[in-house]
């Protein structure tokens, strides 16, 4: 289901918050296999020391324990495995779970910070990956469970032609009803704005773009609507001129701050 409302932007953004702590947290584990075998490999040194190697699992066990808060103490007899196991619990609970606490935070703090582009780069990234599917027979969440368990299985033993087919036929039948009822509110939600859009921008011909009814077009509606507060014309000069080249720009423009100038300075001589 996390892949049918990861389109949301909240949801998203946990997600890939999530996926940034996981793999984050790979530093933690690297960390902790390290110790781990060092404590692990002294422990077990210590006890083989009297010629019995049989308690093995008895040592993964009280490190595993240890590291989850619950540490046992009654199976160490030795001193020393004693002190080595007051190491590991202080190593792993005052070291290495802060450091995957801090590896969360940064990372938490790293998605939040920016989490409109992340989620929008999530977003296009899957995006992508649906286009660029392995076949042309899509089947988006959670529909994809139909194709895993009815379709799937028939593409061993099916010609490719029939399989095509079949794969016609399914996605008809499952697809039919969302696609009519997503139709259906497309066609009725939003009929009045995309009416007048419709309106402004059906049959215009050539030549008529520079009708200055087309450039400010203004609606009939009772309740003032507008199309754009912003003329046409401020609009151009706000975009920069294409019959010029970059350099006949920024001279014109130097030109026109010369002019202004000697404005500037001819009002401060009358003073």
């Not at 009654?74 to 590991?88: E, P, T, V």
């Amino acid at each position: 289901l996390i892949t049918v409302f990861d389109g949301f932007k909240y949801i998203g953004t946990m997600q890939v918050c999530v996926a940034r702590m996981l793999r984050e947290s790979g530093i933690f584990f690297v960390l902790l296999g390290i110790v781990g075998m060092g404590f692990g490999q002294s422990m077990y040194a210590i006890d083989a020391a009297d010629g019995e190697t049989d308690h093995g699992n008895l040592i993964i066990d009280n490190l595993v324990r240890g590291l989850l808060g619950a540490p046992e103490f009654d199976g160490l007899s030795n001193s020393w495995d004693l002190w080595i196991y007051y190491m590991w619990n202080v190593f792993t609970t005052i070291v290495l779970l802060n450091i995957l606490i801090s590896l969360f935070s940064s990372a938490y703090d790293d998605v939040t910070d920016d989490a409109a582009a992340h989620f929008l780069v999530f977003f296009a990234g899957k995006t992508i990956s649906t286009i660029r599917a392995p076949d042309q027979f899509v089947y988006p969440p959670p529909f994809n469970l139909i194709e895993i368990f009815f379709v799937a299985p028939f593409e061993w033993f099916m010609s490719k032609k029939r399989y095509a087919q079949y794969n016609r036929i399914v996605m008809t039948i499952v697809f039919f009803i969302p696609l009519a009822v997503i139709a259906l509110i497309e066609s009725q939600l939003g009929i009045r704005a995309t009416s007048i859009m419709g309106s402004l921008y059906d049959h215009v011909d050539e030549g008529e773009e520079e009708d200055p009814k087309n450039q400010d077009p203004e609606t009939d509606r009772e309740n003032g609507m507008e199309i754009s507060r912003v003329t046409f014309d401020d609009l151009v000069k706000e975009f920069p001129d294409s019959y010029q080249s970059m350099e006949a720009s920024i001279l014109a423009e130097i030109n026109t701050l010369k002019h202004r100038i000697a404005e500037l300075s001819a009002k401060l001589d009358k003073k």
